[in-house]
């Protein structure tokens, strides 16, 4: 019996049209840059805010309808929202969907029997993906919700509680591996600290190099080659997360000798509670080849905090794939829509009109970010810029060549440095309008 029966497959309508139930801008089929967009964009629907979320907030309960829900949180009710998942992707037209392993079955009274629940669902979604040809982007274990992580999973002071992450990471490694899930995603919700009176940082920190270390090893032991995932996230729960940006992502993974088998996941709403914009924590992972994957949402400037709001900004959207295109796009990554429909919008067909615009926005983004590439508006400005370190002393610098003795020579010789140029930031803003207005 169908969830959605008064909805059929969403399809590709043009810009001109009104049908709020229709794409405008993603046309699957549409090839951008030699690829099509599906495959650019390989959009994917995360399980927990769309087929998990109730809209609750701190005052008060969950507001959203949900017919297809029983008010049980028994493993029938789950097989039944897997199918319900799963209709519901396959109209959308995505092509990928994520889950933390919580989000898919409910635990039981121990280990054994909370891995036995996720068992019979992961049978029920193995059989959905079959059916529709849907895939997984990335599995990850919820090592935040439980009590039981109160002080932190891999960076716990507790040993049993980390003994009991590395159980769930390992049941999660398997259940991804056997949908054939493309990446594995960490996302430390509460390693990090609220008091440093009470934590030994060094120590955490070296817990949780081990624990992805293992997390490495079983996967070699279990034959899952993709990409591991770190999300990066300053705030919320904790004061302050060790995987607080991008740049403190990358440092960690260097110091534990982790950069062979992660890269990152970033987040639009993360970038900018650490103080960044999206282009610019996607441009610092790219230059150091780590982007892996995105979760596509947006906050709201007058709230600072991760309200996970569906992305519908042009300019957000063609700034983020500017950068996923000059890195090369993603490969076993996704756009994946780590978004909520607000608490008032709580209808069914609430939740396909945030993803079909998430979705639009993404492809008239695509768009204009090959345009200006297309053109080189903003690259031969940049390499003119920077035309000093091309040749002479500039190009010394750059390749390592030169010492701070030869520059004071050659400064001596010449004088002063040449006149710096405008850096043109109003007109190459302009610049970049002129395409959100053309395409």
Same mark, same amino acid.
């Given at each position: ?7 059929? @497959? ?27 967009? @599906? ?31 029983? $008010? ?28 933390? #392993? ?60 980390? *003994?009991?992450? %590395? ?21 430390? %919700? ?34 899952? #080659? $993709? ?55 996607? #441009?610092?992972?790219? *230059? ?15 709230? $600072?905090? +991760? &309200?996970? /709001?569906?992305? &519908? ?6 700034? &983020?794939?500017?950068?996923?295109? @000059? ?10 829509? +780590? ?25 008239? %983004? ?28 500039? /190009?010394?610098?750059? /390749?390592?060549? &030169? ?11 010449? $004088?002063?440095?040449? *006149? ?20």
């Amino acid at each position: 019996m169908s969830a959605f029966p008064e909805i059929g @497959k969403i399809a590709y309508e043009g810009p001109e049209s009104d049908n709020p139930l229709a794409f405008r801008w993603y046309n699957p089929d549409e090839v951008v840059e030699g690829k099509t967009m @599906k495959d650019h964009l390989r959009f994917s629907v995360v399980y927990w805010h769309t087929f998990r979320g109730t809209g609750s907030d701190p005052f008060g309960p969950g507001t959203a309808v949900r017919p297809w829900e029983d $008010g049980t949180d028994s493993v029938e009710n789950a097989c039944n929202r897997a199918r319900v998942a799963f209709e519901f992707i396959e109209k959308l037209g995505a092509p990928f969907y994520a889950f933390h #392993d919580r989000d898919i079955a409910p635990e039981g009274a121990n280990l054994a029997e909370t891995n036995s629940n996720l068992d019979a669902v992961v049978a029920v979604l193995k059989e959905e993906q079959q059916r529709t040809g849907i895939k997984l982007l990335w599995g990850t274990a919820n090592m935040f919700s439980n009590p039981r992580f109160m002080h932190g999973a891999a960076t716990s002071c507790n040993a049993d509680v980390v *003994a009991y992450a %590395g159980a769930q990471v390992k049941k999660a490694l398997e259940v991804t591996k056997e949908l054939g899930g493309e990446n594995y995603v960490f996302w430390g %919700g509460r390693e990090g600290y609220q008091n440093l009176y009470n934590t030994d940082i060094r120590r955490e920190l070296d817990h949780l190099g081990s624990f992805f270390h293992m997390a490495v090893d079983y996967a070699k032991e279990i034959g899952f #080659d $993709g990409p591991f995932l770190i999300e990066p996230k300053p705030k919320e729960p904790t004061k302050h997360q060790y995987d607080s940006d991008a740049a403190a992502c990358i440092n960690f993974l260097r110091a534990y000798e982790l950069t062979d088998h992660f890269k990152l996941n970033i987040e639009t709403n993360h970038a900018t509670l650490a103080g960044h914009s999206m282009m610019h924590e996607l #441009d610092y992972a790219g *230059a150091q080849d780590m982007i892996g994957s995105i979760d596509a949402n947006t906050g709201d400037m007058l709230l $600072g905090w +991760d &309200t996970d /709001q569906f992305p &519908t900004d042009y300019y957000l959207t063609s700034q &983020t794939m500017l950068m996923l295109l @000059k890195y090369g796009g993603l490969t076993t990554g996704g756009v994946n829509f +780590d978004a909520k429909v607000r608490r008032e919008s709580f209808e069914p067909i609430d939740l396909f009109y945030a993803h079909i615009g998430g979705m639009d926005a993404f492809a008239r %983004g695509l768009k204009i970010a090959a345009a200006i590439r297309a053109d080189k508006a903003l690259e031969n400005f940049v390499s003119e810029r920077y035309a000093s370190f091309d040749s002479g002393i500039g /190009q010394k610098i750059e /390749q390592g060549k &030169t010492s701070l003795k030869e520059l004071e020579a050659y400064m001596l010789e010449k $004088g002063e440095a040449d *006149a710096n140029q405008s850096g043109r930031q109003e007109m190459l803003e302009n610049v970049f309008n002129r395409y959100i207005d053309r395409v």
